[in-house]
């Protein structure tokens, strides 16, 4: 656990030029602020204002930089490949067991060919489960737009992104924002 710095609190007490204290405690008025103080710059130009470094010295965290030679090149990648390995193994258990445990749910997996419909769902984000098992609804439509192109001639990829399209004009349907 990391030492944390106490939060201070400073209370300013200010009044106006003409006004008496408040507080029958206070009566010097040169111990009250007057509003002015209070004014903001005219003109704020700080350079370090938008530095990460700052920021990442105060937290304590260095600075992930590239590398620089061959072999720690090499020995990034080889860590980014294990990392994806254990993700990858992770994640066919997890779609295993999600097949044990719900036999009859129509499935669709991120490697299954429809995914692309839900996958390049926007506003809103198709990211929680429920919203998920809502966004198979897009899929017939993506469908329809796709084979109806690729029967009037149009090319595969621009098929495939026409039907996404429709997939996300339906979502938008079933997703009204407000």
């Known amino acids: 656990m990391t030492n944390a710095k106490p939060i201070r ?12 204290p ?3 405690i206070l009566t010097d008025l040169e111990a009250w602020f007057l509003v002015d103080k209070f004014e903001p710059l005219l003109k704020y130009d700080d350079p370090i204002e938008d530095n990460d470094v700052v920021v990442w010295n105060i937290v304590g965290v260095g ?8 072999h720690t090149f090499e020995e990034r990648k080889y860590k980014l490949q294990e990392r994806i390995a254990r993700q990858q193994e992770l ?12 036999p ?28 998920i098992i809502k966004a198979h609804a ?12 690729r029967a009037h001639g149009v090319g595969r990829i621009r098929s495939k992104v026409r039907g996404i399209a429709a997939a996300q004009f339906v979502w938008e349907e079933l997703n009204p924002a407000g």
């Open 9 to 20: 609190l400073l209370i300013i007490l200010h009044r106006t030029p003409s006004a008496a």
């Open 22 to 24: 408040v507080s029958p």
């Open 63 to 70: 600075r992930r930089r590239m590398p620089t030679k061959d």
């Open 91 to 102: 994640l066919q258990t997890v779609k295993q067991t999600h097949r044990e445990k719900c």
């Open 104 to 131: 009859n749910a129509p499935i669709i997996d991120s490697n299954h060919e429809d995914f692309c419909y839900i996958r390049n769902l926007k506003r809103p984000k198709c990211n929680m489960g429920a919203r």
């Open 138 to 149: 897009v899929i017939p439509a993506g469908r329809q737009a796709t084979a109806l192109n």
